[in-house]
């Protein structure tokens, strides 16, 4: 059964950072985070191949997200560093039982309940 549980989200100023953490398992795709705006479609953020760990970004992160994972502790986090108040949105992770990245989150069967990022100007 794929588990996933977002946590570490908040508020923070515009320039600021956080770290996001996602407890993940059952899974054997590799996992990406997504993220959703009011208003707006969930759109996919980045992922991470479980085996080499190269990760790949949405062009609006690249250069200020990291994604990384912890396979011995089931974990998988997003560090975002320089973040702006587009950047404002429910965070989703999301994994599944086939294998490969995807950036379709209609392929995505699994998700955790989410983490509120908030950044203010």
């Known amino acids: 059964q794929v588990q996933l549980e977002e946590s570490g989200g908040g508020s923070v100023q515009a320039g600021g950072s956080l770290r996001i953490s996602c407890a993940a398992s059952g899974y054997s ?66 994994a599944d039982r086939w294998a490969g990245l995807s950036l379709d989150r209609s392929r995505y069967n699994y998700w955790g309940q989410g983490t509120q990022v908030t950044v203010s100007a």
């Not at 590799?30 to 085996?51: D, L, N, S």
């Not at 997003?78 to 587009?86: D, H, I």
């Open 29 to 94: 795709s590799c996992p990406g985070w997504f993220r959703q705006a009011p208003g707006k479609e969930r759109e996919w953020v980045a992922g991470i191949y479980t085996g080499d760990e190269s990760a790949y970004y949405a062009n609006s992160v690249k250069g200020r997200f990291i994604i990384s994972q912890d396979n011995a502790k089931n974990m998988v986090y997003l560090q975002m560093n320089s973040l702006k108040p587009e950047d404002t949105a429910m965070y989703y992770c999301a």
